[in-house]
């Protein structure tokens, strides 16, 4: 069996860059997802009054993120 173990990225006054190079917004319109130059995808929530905060930020790809795809369940 796999155990999902999440991982915590920490920094200092100033969050890593991303740069913007792809967007995509889940069916429920609740999730911004972006990809980034740096290699980055940015999970963001986005509230009934438009208002977007930071969810999670997941590190791994060694080359620019310039497409995001859905998946199905």
């Known amino acids: 069996m796999r155990t999902w173990v999440p991982a915590v990225a920490v920094w200092g006054k100033t969050a890593p860059s991303h740069s913007i190079t792809t967007v995509m917004i889940t069916d429920d319109q609740q999730t911004i997802v972006t990809g980034s130059q740096e290699g980055q ?16 930020i997941l590190f791994g790809h060694t080359a620019s993120v310039t497409c995001l795809a859905k998946a199905r369940e």
């Open 41 to 56: 995808i940015c999970l963001w929530d986005l509230s009934s009054d438009l208002r977007i905060s930071s969810k999670e």
